[in-house]
């Protein structure tokens, strides 16, 4: 579900043309607004903007709701709100936040806090490291030359009669779980890893941290975060199936879960066939990824990456296991050869009962929409299931394993299959019982 267009409302305002009367001291991060001054009037009005062009962007709202609509968008830091272009081109603001979540803009990711505004966030959850970009008013200047230092009651794009001067200042926050902000600080950090504060500090004491400095707070939080991806769970058993929970701002499980979702132990030799029908032996070692659903390969460096020829491939050969590819229902492994072959295919799809996730306390996915749980990285833990997923194989065509389907197959001899089914009572959701109707099927087919 998402919320339609209609449920924002906007303000225009209206951007003006450079001035040359103006003469301005500038210098780096200071910027001076004249008295009777329009700012976005002024030769520096474009550095209001975080980014020199408007980019695509999209809103998601803080129960999981995301626009079905992609906004030419960009921060104002100035005015420190987000603007938008809409389809007449006209510079728009979004004025209704406050069920505001996030914002994303090309590849950079806004947090909306309803009191303070927008941060960019600079390193993900579990706790995330974000940035405040400010127009600090330093210094007023009237008439008479008299000059005071700013005060908080700046009302900014207003037209004053006296100068004012800013400073471009940037400061730095974590965010919590629980979405809530705290000043990057080492009590802060100690505060949020309160079960790891020895061997943080321990890492304050070998490092010289600067908590102003973006590559030191960085560098922390990636350990700090580290520390705590080291005690997730590896997948467990749960009512008789292998749940994944997959952690808050993770595209991917850690790589010490990861390495236990793979098919075989070890990364296989493999042989392919390619979808021109030929076939080589590749190069690289490959192995299946039950979490993702594709074949990763561990390159000449020794890292572990995706196999990128995919979409090429037709089957691939591990050590004797074939999986058979299509590129809409992904890789199968034949469990049985012939004319018709049975194949499983083995992956993680999230889980969608909402029964389930509420009594483990997963209230922020059983209440997400389907399309905001589906997204790459979410705000929140999230859950998924091991599924085994049965086909048969016919002419390099998969069919899911049903009744409808193998009647559809074998139309020649469906009485004969159908006398077969009810006779040993079998079950199409059975390996062991897929393989024997399987079997059958293929001496009716050579007959």
């Known amino acids: 579900m998402k919320l339609s267009f209609f449920g924002l409302t ?5 951007l003006g043309t450079w001035d040359s009367q103006f003469v301005y001291a500038q210098t780096s991060n200071y910027f001076t607004v004249p008295a009777q001054a329009e700012v976005l009037k002024l030769p520096w009005r474009e550095r209001i903007y975080r980014f020199q ?8 709202y803080t129960k999981g709701f995301e626009l079905d609509y992609e906004f030419q968008l960009n921060y104002n830091v100035y005015f420190e ?3 938008f272009i809409d389809s007449s081109g006209d510079t728009l603001c979004i004025t209704n936040t406050d069920q505001i979540k996030t914002i994303q803009i090309g590849n950079a990711t806004f947090f909306h806090e309803n009191t303070s505004g ?12 974000a940035f405040r970009n400010q127009f600090v008013l330093e210094e007023i200047e009237f008439a008479n030359g008299m000059k005071s230092r700013g005060t908080p009651t700046d009302r900014r794009g207003a037209i004053t009669d006296y100068g004012r001067s800013y400073r471009k200042v940037f400061s730095y926050f974590l965010i919590d779980q629980n979405n809530e902000l705290h000043p990057a600080s080492r009590t802060s950090i100690l505060n949020l890893f309160p079960a790891y504060a020895t061997d943080i500090k321990g890492y304050l004491l070998e490092h010289r941290v600067g908590f102003d400095s973006r590559g030191d707070l960085m560098e922390l939080i990636h350990y700090c975060n580290q520390l705590i991806e080291d005690t997730y769970e590896a997948p467990q058993t749960l009512n008789g199936a292998v749940t994944l929970r997959l952690p808050a701002g993770k595209r991917f499980p850690p790589r010490k879960v990861t390495d236990s979702l ?36 561990i390159n000449v460096n020794g890292d572990t990456v995706k196999f990128t020829r995919w979409h090429e491939t037709e089957i691939v050969n591990l050590d004797g296991i074939v999986f058979f590819q299509d590129l809409e229902k992904g890789y199968m492994e034949i469990l049985l050869h012939g004319d018709l072959a049975v194949a499983v295919r083995n992956n993680f799809t999230i889980v969608t009962d909402k029964t389930m996730l509420q009594g483990l306390g997963l209230m ?5 929409s389907e399309l905001s749980n589906r997204t790459p990285v979410t705000t929140f833990d999230r859950l998924y299931r091991l599924e085994k997923t049965y086909f048969f194989i016919y002419r390099n065509e998969p ?9 559809k197959l074998m139309k020649k001899d469906r009485d004969a299959v159908i006398e077969y089914l009810n006779n ?24």
Not at 266 to 292: C, G, P, R
Not at 364 to 368: G, L, N, R, S, Y
Not at 424 to 447: H, P
Request: with cysteine.
């Open 10 to 14: 906007f303000v225009l305002f209206l």
């Open 81 to 83: 709100r987000m603007d």
């Open 399 to 407: 069919y899911e394993a049903s009744k409808f389907s193998i009647l």
């Open 53 to 60: 062009e408007f980019q695509k962007g999209k809103i998601t």
């Open 364 to 368: 922020d996915q059983a209440t997400a």
């Open 118 to 129: 927008y941060y960019e966030v600079l390193v993900h959850l579990p706790v995330s490291l």
């Open 262 to 297: 793979y098919r075989f132990s070890e990364f296989q030799d493999a042989k392919v066939i390619w979808t021109d029908h030929s076939s080589s032996f590749h190069l690289e070692k490959m192995n299946y990824n039950t979490f993702t659903g594709k074949m990763d390969v």
């Open 424 to 447: 040993n009572n079998i079950s199409l959701n059975n390996e062991q019982q897929l393989k024997q109707l399987t079997t059958y099927c293929n001496r009716l087919l050579t007959k």
